[in-house]
């Protein structure tokens, strides 16, 4: 069955620190990786997308993707209470255009 | 921000009623879909649509239906809605350039009591 996997959470990380998100996928043929952020009511908001295998910087925002290990991950520097919410990660598994969502990873920054 | 519009935004039904949700947007975009939320479960895919009348079927379509007329107006309709459909529902958007990301609508909190 084609799945993406995330720890539900809740993730607990202090101001300032620095907060990684995993995300694990089961196609080793895919190609189109994207972060998006939910608040508590609210909907999803597209961070950052990634296809190559390696690192994308965008401000305080890294996505890693490891297409051999199968894994994505989102890396979030000086972490603020601001970002506190639930990080979705999608897959657009072998190929599909329409990604596959999973269940998301609660982020909970404390000061 | 992508244009879109959900509309309602609120709604409170019966079980047993009809309930059309409408997804409107300004953005020319090709492709078109219709999720539901759930606790537990994260965004699950009801219909989507690849043009205009084109439209295939998601992982929970069953009690749903979907028309998609003009390029900019998705359309879903539960034909007699349940009490398992009460769920918040989003519409999203994505270019004509597959594997580009999706942009999601507001959302519509729907109620079945």
């Known amino acids: 069955q084609k799945e993406v996997e995330q720890n539900s959470g809740p993730l607990s990380v202090p101001e300032g620190a620095i907060a990684s998100l995993n995300c694990t996928y089961s196609?080793?043929?895919?190609?189109?990786f994207f972060w998006y952020r939910q608040y508590s009511g609210k909907s999803p908001e597209l961070i950052m997308s990634?296809?190559?295998?390696g690192d994308k910087e965008d401000g305080r925002f890294t996505a890693q993707l490891n297409k051999a290990s199968q894994y994505v991950s989102l890396l979030i520097r000086d972490s603020q209470p601001s970002d506190s919410a639930t990080y979705l990660c999608?897959?657009?598994?072998?190929?599909?255009?329409?990604?596959?969502f999973g269940r998301g990873t609660s982020l909970i920054v404390h000061p | 921000d992508a244009g879109i519009t959900q509309s309602p935004r609120h709604k409170v039904t019966e079980t047993g009623t009809p309930v059309t949700l409408r997804c409107h947007q300004t953005?020319?975009?090709?492709?078109m879909y219709w999720y539901r939320q759930d606790p537990g479960h994260g965004l699950r895919l009801i219909h989507y649509?690849?043009?205009?009348?084109?439209?295939d079927k998601g992982e929970v379509s069953d009690g749903y239906s979907v028309s998609r007329s003009k390029t900019e107006d998705f359309l879903l309709t539960l034909e007699s809605a349940t009490s398992s459909q009460t769920s918040v529902y989003f519409c999203?958007?994505?270019?004509?350039?597959?594997?580009?990301?999706?942009?999601f609508g507001d959302g519509t909190r729907l109620s079945i009591l």
């Open positions: 196609d080793r043929g895919s190609q189109s």
């Open positions: 953005e020319n975009h090709r492709y």
């Open positions: 649509s690849y043009g205009v009348k084109d439209t």
């Open positions: 999608a897959v657009n598994l072998g190929g599909s255009y329409i990604p596959t």
């Open positions: 990634i296809y190559s295998n």
């Open positions: 999203a958007i994505s270019p004509d350039s597959p594997n580009q990301p999706q942009h």
